[in-house]
């Protein structure tokens, strides 16, 4: 498949779940890229944290600020899912500014980096971005603005309203009445202009090498994996591919065993239940979908069941190999019905 075929699929996939993406691969030693509107400016939610970093890590390389220095943090007392650290606080803490750059990069806290935003505005971390040749990414507000959206003032229940709101509320020209979704009030970026970042923390240019080695150092540690740093995804997958690998070779070798017993061929008829128990296995993941169970419990009772399936039915398998069925079988019964020897067999 080409470059162009596999993006042609990928935009497919998208519009074929309703959604819209855009994205942007680059060999940092090459420089070839493919993308997907890459140069679409998008709210950058979050992401302005790693901005923040850099900025912050920058100020502290120059003396102009101190790592050390303690800073009295009000609480965020937020309750709703989905906020770290500080932002879940319910009392002051007194914490140094070291601290609140792991906090915010690291485990994503709101309040962290509202405390780093305190000492460095936005219109600052959007200067040094200037002068270490980052464009494309607009930085306009701190973090507290993200929390103040129509999802907050709806009870649980009718949460679905703030959400239709969010999905049918924009523009053509990329603005939005959720301003935290308005491309010309929020914090934004493309995508382009995330791999430009991210392409001077990782090779040399104008970020100074201590700061981009201290920004490098905090995404590696961060703890939502899926954001910036997905290695465990990775393990996770190196693990499951072996698994599987050995689960497809144990049951067909048994079932070549089986075939061999048999003496007849009955391959076919293993792959085709194989396939059945693949579309059933489909229909109760669909179902358990449809009851609101997270993968956790879903893949848990599975779990479960096979083990149960497994010890049942495990009494029943082949203890040894199935004798291979010895060639001129059939003819020697034959000659022996017969009360001879067979005349066309080899003389000695």
Same mark, same amino acid.
């Not at 969010?166 to 995330?194: E, F, K, M």
């Not at 981009?212 to 995804?233: C, F, I, K, Q, W």
């Given at each position: 498949?080409?470059?162009?075929?596999?993006l042609?699929d990928?935009?497919?996939?998208?519009?074929?779940?309703?959604?819209?993406?855009?994205?942007?691969?680059?060999?940092?030693?090459?420089?070839?890229e493919?993308?997907?509107?890459?140069?679409?400016?998008?709210?950058?939610?979050?992401?302005?944290?790693?901005?923040?970093?850099?900025a912050?890590?920058?100020?502290?390389?120059?003396?102009?600020?101190?790592?050390?220095?303690?800073?009295?943090?009000?609480?965020?007392?937020?309750?709703?899912?989905?906020?770290?650290?500080?932002?879940?606080?319910?009392?002051p803490?007194?914490?140094?500014?070291?601290?609140?750059?792991?906090?915010s990069?690291?485990?994503?806290?709101?309040?962290?980096?509202?405390?780093?935003?305190?000492?460095?505005?936005?219109?600052?971390?959007?200067?040094?971005?200037?002068?270490?040749?980052?464009?494309?990414?607009?930085?306009?507000?701190?973090?507290?603005?993200?929390?103040?959206?129509?999802?907050?003032?709806?009870?649980?229940?009718?949460?679905?309203?703030?959400?239709?709101?969010?999905?049918?509320?924009?523009?053509?020209?990329?603005?939005?009445?959720?301003?935290?979704l308005?491309?010309?009030?929020?914090?934004?970026?493309?995508?382009?202009?995330?791999?430009?970042?991210?392409? *001077? %923390?990782?090779?040399? @240019? +104008?970020?100074? =090498?201590? /700061?981009?080695? #201290?920004?490098?150092?905090?995404?590696?540690?961060?703890?939502?994996?899926?954001?910036?740093?997905?290695?465990?995804?990775?393990?996770?997958?190196?693990?499951?591919?072996?698994?599987?690998g050995?689960?497809?070779?144990?049951?067909?070798?048994?079932?070549?065993?089986?075939e061999?017993?048999?003496?007849?061929?009955?391959?076919?008829?293993?792959?085709?239940?194989?396939?059945?128990?693949?579309?059933?296995a489909?229909?109760?993941?669909?179902?358990?979908?449809?009851?609101?169970?997270s993968?956790?419990?879903?893949?848990?009772?599975?779990?479960?069941?096979?083990?149960?399936?497994?010890g049942?039915?495990?009494? *029943? %398998?082949?203890?040894? @190999? +199935?004798?291979? =069925?010895? /060639?001129?079988? #059939?003819?020697?019964?034959?000659?022996?019905?017969?009360?001879?020897?067979?005349?066309?067999?080899?003389?000695?």
């Amino acid at each position: 498949m080409n470059t162009e075929a596999l993006l042609s699929d990928m935009r497919g996939q998208l519009r074929d779940g309703g959604l819209r993406g855009c994205l942007l691969v680059r060999d940092l030693h090459t420089g070839e890229e493919l993308g997907i509107d890459p140069d679409t400016q998008l709210p950058a939610a979050s992401l302005v944290k790693v901005p923040l970093a850099l900025a912050t890590a920058e100020r502290i390389r120059r003396g102009e600020l101190d790592g050390a220095t303690m800073l009295d943090v009000q609480p965020g007392r937020i309750t709703t899912p989905g906020p770290t650290g500080l932002s879940r606080f319910r009392h002051p803490t007194r914490i140094a500014i070291d601290d609140l750059l792991y906090l915010s990069t690291c485990i994503s806290d709101g309040t962290a980096a509202d405390a780093l935003f305190d000492l460095t505005p936005p219109a600052r971390v959007a200067d040094i971005l200037h002068e270490l040749g980052l464009r494309g990414l607009t930085v306009r507000h701190g973090m507290l603005e993200l929390t103040d959206t129509p999802v907050e003032r709806f009870d649980a229940a009718e949460a679905h309203f703030a959400h239709s709101l969010a999905i049918d509320a924009g523009t053509s020209g990329r603005g939005h009445r959720v301003p935290q979704l308005d491309t010309t009030r929020a914090n934004s970026g493309s995508a382009r202009a995330y791999v430009e970042l991210l392409q *001077a %923390l990782w090779t040399p @240019s +104008a970020i100074h =090498p201590e /700061a981009a080695e #201290r920004v490098r150092g905090l995404m590696a540690h961060n703890m939502l994996r899926h954001r910036l740093t997905p290695d465990s995804l990775a393990v996770a997958l190196l693990v499951f591919g072996f698994g599987n690998g050995c689960l497809d070779v144990s049951m067909n070798t048994h079932a070549v065993q089986v075939e061999r017993g048999y003496e007849r061929p009955v391959m076919s008829a293993f792959h085709a239940f194989f396939s059945v128990g693949g579309v059933l296995a489909a229909l109760v993941g669909a179902r358990t979908l449809s009851w609101d169970w997270s993968a956790a419990l879903t893949l848990t009772s599975v779990s479960v069941f096979g083990l149960a399936v497994t010890g049942l039915f495990a009494p *029943a %398998l082949l203890r040894r @190999s +199935a004798p291979r =069925p010895r /060639a001129g079988r #059939r003819r020697s019964t034959a000659s022996e019905a017969g009360g001879g020897p067979d005349p066309r067999a080899r003389r000695p």
